[in-house]
């Protein structure tokens, strides 16, 4: 166990390091980008204030755009990052390396997507703030409660991500397909699925929901809902590993794992 943490740690510091050394202008340019995407997103809906007879309701909304930003922060780098850590790995000859490892190549996978998962909550926790300065306009979140919320929803999202990362092991390269998977994952974070419904067996659905819910409009949920939040996620998140070690296993077999 202190092994895998102290893997998951060094993965950690391994992408901000490269993010500000080999990537640094693109690292830069990128949180310019998330900064000035803030700044006219606080502004656009704040246009609307003079239609609005309350102020409560722009305040909502814009909790709801920034919610809506972490989530789909979580769900980009669950998809799209881990096929392209995948991708990247094969292209350069260096998956095979995290094949041979004693934990298992889902593992290193798994470290991998949580550190840059962990690397963009920190840049949005400190730059949403940053725009509130900038642009005036302040509004609170509960940041711990948000943080348990988003929690299930990264390990569902990883779940569907294994899967996707399995598929790329033996067709080489699915970054369109996986953005195209993208949307159709973003469509289930709006079915209601809160109160449960046949849409809360879903994957991802329930806890984008309910993080709308609590966060944004202050809904108290039971400790059965968190209960079946983290159920819900740890059920599709072990079924991804599974399918994934399986076609993993699939690429084995067909000798193609170094093939690009």
């Given at each position: 166990?202190?092994?895998?943490?102290?893997?998951?740690?060094?993965?950690?510091?391994?992408?901000?390091?490269?993010?500000?050394?080999?990537?640094?202008?693109?690292?830069i340019?990128?949180?310019?980008?998330?900064?000035?995407?803030?700044?006219?997103?606080?502004?656009g809906?704040n246009?609307?204030?003079?239609?609005?007879?309350?102020?409560?309701?722009?305040?909502?909304?814009?909790?709801?755009?920034?919610?809506?930003?972490?989530?789909?922060?979580?769900v980009?780098?669950g998809?799209?990052?881990?096929?392209?850590?995948?991708?990247?790995?094969?292209?350069?000859?260096?998956?095979?390396?995290?094949?041979?490892?004693?934990?298992?190549?889902?593992?290193?996978?798994?470290?991998?997507?949580?550190?840059?998962?962990?690397?963009?909550?920190?840049?949005?926790?400190?730059?949403?703030?940053?725009?509130?300065?900038?642009?005036?306009k302040?509004?609170?979140?509960?940041?711990?409660?948000?943080?348990?919320?988003?929690?299930?929803?990264?390990?569902?999202?990883?779940?569907?991500?294994?899967?996707?990362?399995?598929l790329?092991?033996?067709?080489?390269?699915?970054?369109?397909?996986?953005?195209?998977?993208?949307?159709?994952?973003?469509?289930?974070?709006?079915?209601?699925?809160?109160?449960?419904?046949?849409?809360?067996?879903?994957?991802?659905?329930?806890?984008?929901?309910?993080?709308?819910?609590?966060?944004?409009?202050?809904?108290?949920?039971?400790?059965?809902?968190?209960?079946?939040?983290?159920?819900?996620a740890?059920?599709?998140?072990?079924?991804?590993?599974?399918?994934?070690?399986?076609?993993?296993?699939?690429?084995?077999?067909?000798?193609?794992l170094?093939?690009?």
């Amino acid at each position: 166990m202190k092994e895998r943490i102290r893997i998951l740690i060094t993965e950690i510091k391994f992408i901000f390091i490269r993010m500000i050394t080999s990537y640094r202008f693109d690292w830069i340019a990128g949180n310019i980008n998330l900064l000035l995407g803030l700044i006219f997103l606080y502004l656009g809906i704040n246009s609307f204030k003079d239609e609005v007879v309350s102020s409560n309701v722009i305040d909502s909304k814009t909790i709801k755009m920034i919610i809506g930003l972490y989530t789909f922060v979580v769900v980009q780098e669950g998809l799209v990052g881990m096929v392209s850590k995948v991708s990247e790995g094969k292209a350069y000859g260096t998956f095979e390396q995290i094949i041979v490892n004693p934990y298992g190549s889902w593992f290193i996978l798994f470290a991998k997507a949580v550190g840059g998962s962990i690397i963009s909550f920190i840049s949005i926790t400190i730059f949403a703030p940053l725009a509130m300065v900038i642009t005036g306009k302040y509004f609170s979140v509960n940041l711990f409660k948000l943080i348990l919320l988003l929690i299930p929803l990264l390990f569902s999202v990883f779940g569907i991500g294994f899967i996707l990362a399995g598929l790329t092991l033996i067709y080489k390269r699915l970054q369109s397909f996986a953005y195209l998977i993208q949307f159709f994952v973003l469509s289930l974070m709006v079915l209601p699925s809160y109160p449960f419904s046949v849409y809360s067996l879903l994957p991802i659905a329930p806890q984008s929901l309910v993080i709308n819910k609590v966060i944004a409009s202050n809904v108290a949920i039971s400790y059965k809902w968190w209960i079946y939040l983290y159920l819900n996620a740890f059920v599709y998140f072990f079924s991804g590993i599974k399918i994934y070690n399986y076609l993993e296993e699939i690429a084995r077999e067909k000798g193609v794992l170094g093939h690009y």
